[in-house]
């Protein structure tokens, strides 16, 4: 791994379909918009973009932790793109701020700190856990 500077980013983005609602991804009785967890899915992938140029051959990082606010409903159709910012990095652990916007206003904020892993050895220890 190399050297991850503070203050490198990272952004993804999804156009909201209908299997991303909270509606038909968690509960019927709930509304027809974003479900949380896709878009901390969408958070966690602009954090692994913020430091996929500093990751070595056979590296990863995987997310440990997650700290964010839902703070507005986005509909089918409206692309949410998500942006990271590397905030403090201690050894292999890297912290992250995050946030989410659907082109009208922001729709969530918060934190997310990922781990810098070899696939090597993460995918032997996975594998044993398969027998």
Not at 49 to 63: K, M, Q, T
Request: aromatic residues 4%; hydrophobic residues 45%; glycine residues 6%.
């Amino acid at each position: 791994m190399k050297q991850i500077p503070l203050g490198a980013t990272g952004t993804a983005t999804l156009r909201v379909q209908p299997e991303h609602l909270a509606d038909r991804f968690k509960d019927a009785i709930l509304p027809q918009v974003l479900a949380t967890p896709v878009m901390i899915l969408i958070m966690e992938n602009a954090a692994l973009n913020a430091i996929r140029p500093f990751l070595d051959a056979g590296e990863s990082a995987v997310g440990i932790a997650v700290d964010v606010k839902h703070l507005a409903a986005t509909p089918v159709g409206h692309e949410v793109r998500a942006t990271a910012e590397v905030v403090a990095v201690d050894g292999k652990r890297i912290d992250f701020k995050v946030s989410a916007r659907d082109g009208r206003e922001e729709i969530g904020t918060g934190s997310h700190r990922r781990i810098v892993i070899d696939l090597r050895s993460f995918n032997e220890r996975l594998a044993r856990k398969s027998v």
